[in-house]
Every structure is written in C-alpha cells, then in structure tokens.
C-alpha cells in the first residue's frame, strides 16, 4: 500500500508568519505534488517535481515556494503567511507507470489569522 | 487538457446502483479518463481509469462513449461509506507523471 505522510495535520499562524508544511511518501515515488483545496474549487495544483532538486510551477503558485530535498520529501514553504492562504493542503505522488494513479497524504489544514 | 463536466450532486439509498456521469466533449486522443474520490477529513482516492469501452475493477465500473466525449461511472450496491465527492479527470498519461485538475466533482449522499 502506498505511503504518504503529511505533518503538521493541522497549523495556526499569523498574517506575515513563516510555515512550512512537509510531505514524504514512501512509494519510491519520482512524482510529488502539493495541492490546495478550498470550497467551491475542489483542488489546485501549487508546485510539482518530479524529482530530487527539480520543481515545476503549478497553477496557483503565487505566494508558495517549495523543494524537494529527497526523493521522499516535499515541502512547501509560505514565507510571509496571508488569510487568502488559509486552507486544506494535500501532498500526492505518482510513478511514471502506466496506471498513473496520484496517491494522497491525509491533508494540513492551515489556518493563517 | 480536456474540461469535464459533471452534476454537482446525487442522492441515493443504500444497496442502489450509482451512475455518475461526466462529459469531456474536447478530449484529445491521447487523454484517458480517471476518477478519483474523497470522503470528509482524507484526500483523494484513486478509483478506475479507462481509455475506451468499459472497464471494471473490484470498486467500480466505467463505461466510456464510442466517441469517447461521455463516461458513466458506475458504482454497485452503494452503502454510507461510498458517499463521497466523485472527480472525474481527463489527462495525458504518455509523458510520465502529471498533475491533476481536479473541478468541484459530485457529491454522491447515500441515505439508509
């Protein structure tokens, strides 16, 4: 079964602090991604790589930086928090196999006040 | 990348037989089709994917349109625990690994 980990579950900071949410998959997994899921949106991809020191803009990007150090870990990095940026995140991976299924971390919730 | 339209919601009892459609009137030849699930408080599930025809797995069947612009999915014997928000996606899968647009999906309620 495939394994991915997301810490902290849960994370209050204030307007203009410093998060950093982590994510490690244990799939030997090239793929990672960080989404945000907000009501009325579903989710939204942020950032993806595809490997060890490789990143790949997603299609909300702004205000969120990340890095993949490993091929387990993925952060991302909200350097000076915003309320707009309150929300669920989730971390997925994906093999380049042919079934091409994302298997998910059980979310962060943000809260930025 | 193909766009996907789905009902925002369905209800249903338990021990029903659940059909979630979706139509990707623009899908390209090399897209498939995925459908993915989430309950309260997890992420998204991987359920079925399919090219063409029909395809079935121990979770759910799906039935692709011989144009490819409609899929059904179809979900057996529902019970609470299928109630969920069902996505479907449609995606390249010839060039590795590749994020996933998820819409605002179909919440699927099963009622005792």
């Known amino acids: 079964e495939a394994a991915v980990t997301q810490s902290p579950r849960n994370k209050v900071t204030v307007t203009g602090g410093n998060v950093t949410l982590s994510c490690r998959q244990t799939?030997?997994?090239?793929?990672m991604y960080w989404y945000r899921q907000d009501t009325g949106h579903g989710l939204r991809l942020i950032h993806y790589?595809?490997?060890?020191?490789?990143?790949q803009i997603g299609d909300v990007p702004d205000g969120y930086k990340a890095t993949r150090t490993t091929q387990e870990d993925f952060f991302l990095l909200l350097e000076l928090a915003s309320p707009s940026q309150t929300s669920l995140y989730f971390c997925?991976?994906?093999?380049?196999?042919?079934?091409?299924?994302?298997?998910f971390g059980p979310g962060t919730r943000l809260t930025v006040l | 990348l193909a766009k996907t339209t789905q009902p925002p919601s369905m209800e249903a009892y338990e021990g029903q037989e659940v059909n979630v459609s979706c139509s990707h009137t623009n899908i390209a030849t090399s897209e498939y089709i995925y459908w993915y699930r989430q309950v309260p408080h997890q992420g998204p599930q991987f359920i079925i994917q399919g090219y063409k025809d029909y395809v079935v797995n121990e979770v759910a069947s799906l039935f692709i349109s011989a144009d490819r612009k409609l899929s059904t999915l179809s979900l057996p014997w529902v019970s609470l625990r299928d109630a969920a928000v069902y996505y479907c996606i449609v995606t390249d899968r010839g060039q590795g690994g590749r994020a996933l647009i998820f819409g605002t999906g179909t919440t699927v309620s099963v009622s005792p």
């Open positions: 790589s595809y490997g060890a020191g490789n990143l």
């Open positions: 997925a991976s994906s093999d380049e196999g042919a079934s091409y299924e994302q298997y």
């Open positions: 799939n030997s997994h090239n793929y």
